[in-house]
């Protein structure tokens, strides 16, 4: 119980520390630009493929429900369920369950090597506030950025529920667009990129924390990086309900 | 000038530093040195402020480290240049980003006269060519070059150096020797380094301080050493046969002459 309440302090004191104005601006950008290109444009390629597929997986699904329903219901509504799907759960929930993973695991092992490489002392000793210098851009990148993979998985998600039917010829494109022009309320976009915000929050912070708090060497940064992407996940879920209740509750 | 006033650093039950008292000059190498587990590197750490002592206060030019504020601390970091053991470069960083880092931070300096600056540096610890490799593609005495090239670009009062030989041939730990002689008569600034090496010992230490289980055991110049009759220090200085035997000699040409 100390040690968890240790590290909750630890976790709010390093994120105290971060959140203030930088040092020096033209660095900061410098360190945000390389930030936004590693957590967010090297994810990239990974958000489109498992969108695509996933996408297409949905729409299966939903079409063999539909198909295997007592009363009918009109192929139209896979396109629509699909959007539903992908808005409500898939692309903020699983895609940031996906980024914990790729984007916490290097977050973590990063910083906790140059911690462990003694670069984090030597940042330090020359004065540099070393919490804002390197978790704030991270925050930052993550917070601003996020939102726009998301969005490009929902787009890239119901292009793969399109293709799916074009292939296996389970529904037309005049109903699967007839189907996702159909009326979606816009508390679930609001509800989706408030997801994402917060979870974005906690991609950079919690991988950034045990990271930063690592002691010992490779191998300790090693389980800080498993750990870290075990505990993003974990509250990534917690935060999921607590929001869910609260937006749409 | 540092001066150390009683430190001591405890962690949890063990007393690591159990009371050091002792003063380091300007423009003067300063050697602590001491068998593994002596204490050296928490020592270091201390006058760095990376530890917290447990009491007792340092000194820097009479400013007390220990009563400092924050954006004190901030301000004496910036006056502090710093090698570490593993040259501690900056992965991401090319060799001359790695030494304009100090530079980026804390000074308002255009581009091009921290170009310059920087290319003085890499001149004065011929790094020739290497400024736009990254750490990984140099070898081990040049990592501790730029480690020493970004440590003085800012020009500091203090230098600290861990193990600034370490894991180098015989060869290249003369030269960083003869490097950090220069700087420090260059820049007049008091150098403080941890060292196993005994050729460093006998060659650049003008002062040295000897730590034994947390204690300062000894302290003199590299020309008091060999005179001294503290058994723990020549044990630990002269622990090799070859060096037992140079100490033998060297001993008895001081008695003939």
Redesign the interface.
Known sequence: MKKLLTAIGEYCLLIKDSINIPQKRNVFWRTFMREVNDLIINSLGLVVFTSGFVGAVVAIQMFNNFDASSFPIPTAFVGYATKAVLILEFCPTIISLVLAGKVGSYIASSIGTMRVTEQIDAMDIMGVNTPNFLVLPKILASVLFNPLLIAISFVIGIFGGYAAGMITGNWTSTQFTTGIQMYTPNLFYIYAFIKTVVFAFLIATIPSYYGYTVKGGSLEVGRASTQAVVWTMVFIIISELVLTQMILG | MIEVKNLKKSFEDAEVLKGISTSFEDGKINLVIGQSGSGKTVFLKCL???FEPSSGDILFDGRPFGSMGKED??????E?G?V???S?????MTVQENIM??L???TNMTYRDKKKVVSKVIGQVELGNAEKKLPSEISGGMQKRVAIARAIVNNPKYLFCDEPNSGLDPSTSIVIDELLTYITEQYKTTTIINTHDMNSVMTIGEKIVYLRNGIKEWEGSMHDILTADNKYLINFVYSSALFKELRKTLLEKRQNL
Do not use: E, H, K, W
């Open positions: 760095l402020g990376v601390r901030q301000q004496l970091r910036t502090i710093t570490f053991q593993g501690a470069l900056f992965d991401s880092f100090p980026d931070m804390f």
